[in-house]
Structures are given as C-alpha cells and as structure tokens.
C-alpha cells in the first residue's frame, strides 16, 4: 500500500492563480481530510468528506473548495490564491472516523507559497 | 466549542531519559478521544497513541504513555529512555462525538517542539 499520497510536494503560486492539491488514498477508507499548517502552529481542518459525493466544511474551509467523485481521490481546490493561502497542506484518511482507536493517516505534505 | 491545550512550546531531554509533554483538553462531551502524533523535521505526521474518553487503563505503545487524568482533563505523552530519533514536534489532539459522530473530525493543539541531547 501507499498509504495517502499528494501532489505535487511543493508549489509556488502568484496572488490570484489557482491551483489543485491532489491526495488519493489506497486503502479503501471512507473518510478523508483537508488540513492546513501554518508555521509553528498546529492543523486546521480545511473540509473534510465521508464518502463518494459527500463534503463538508471544517474550520477554515474560506478560499477552498473540495470534491469527492470516487473513494480513492479527495482534490482541493484553491481559487484566487491570496499570501494567507501560503501553508503546508496536508490529506488524511481514516476508515470509520470515529470509535475506538480509528486513527488518520496522513499524507506527506504539500508545501504552498503563495507571492 | 473543542480545545487542545499544549503549553510547553520547547521541552529537552537528555538521551535516555523520560520526559513528559503536557496536553490538557476542553470538552463538554462525554465521549471523545485524544491521539498524540510525532511529526519530524521532515514533516511528515506519525501517529503515536490513542486514549479513549471511556478507556479506564492508560494507553501505552511501546516507549510512549499517555497519562490521562479525566477529572483534570489532561492527556500527558510520555516518553520513556529517550532517544536522539525523538526529537522532533509532537501534537496532541482531540476528536469529539457531539450528537453522536465527529465524523473523525480532529483538533489540534500548537505544538511541543522535544529536542534530545546526547
């Protein structure tokens, strides 16, 4: 298994671009998520889905948008990319979302700056 | 609203020694679970160990405990005989289950950055 792979690693964005971060995950687990962490800070919660077609907000989703189409594939979508946007981004994904234990697997990181 | 609490922003150790990273929590409800995750300065996120809000015994994985104290709402790492591959910033976090599921939701404290001299 892969495990949660992103893409790209890293990316440099002029002030109103756009972008997609892809993460895609292969271990057939329901429940995936879109973190932000900004330097010396902890993650934030972007969005997050519970299923094919199924997304929701988390706490800083403003600026983003995410889809869910397949299983496998959670893509976020960055619009009029703004410096606030510069940040580590980072997919997870975990198999029930709750219960015992459950915990989320991370992707390695896409690391964003924004000029 | 959820709160992840980590007041120590740089701890160090001595190789071979334990050392003690503080998480203390907020929640009004009675069913969550509390994760510690290890992320190295190559930045990838480690999951460490898990405590459940029900769990009587204290989780322990390994070279790490957690030290949870329900009635004080803290959920303590411990890391017994460090080593110089522990240096690195741990995150404490907290899932919660308000009206019956979080949807795996998780928040995150700041950060203890460990550093572990020989």
Redesign the interface.
Known sequence: NAGVTQTPKFRILKIGQSMTLQCTQDMNHN?M?W?RQDP??????IY?S?GAGIT?K?EVPNGYNVSRSTTEDFPLRLELAAPSQTS?Y?C?S?Y???G???????G??T?LTVT | AQK?TQTQPGMFVQEKEAVTLDCTYDTSDQSY?L?W?KQPSS???I?LI?Q?SYDEQNATEGRYSLNFQKARKSANLVISASQLGDSAMY?C?M?T?AGG???????????TILTVHP
Request: aromatic share 28%.
């Open positions: 429940y998520y973190y010396g800070m902890g993650l934030k919660l997050y519970v929701d988390g580590v980072f997870a975990s029930y979302g709750q015992t234990g459950d915990e989320q697997y991370f390695p990181g690391r | 992840i679970g994760f995750y930045g990838e996120m999951f898990y459940g995150f976090a899932r289950s599921t979080s949807y795996g939701k998780l928040t995150f404290g700041q950060g």
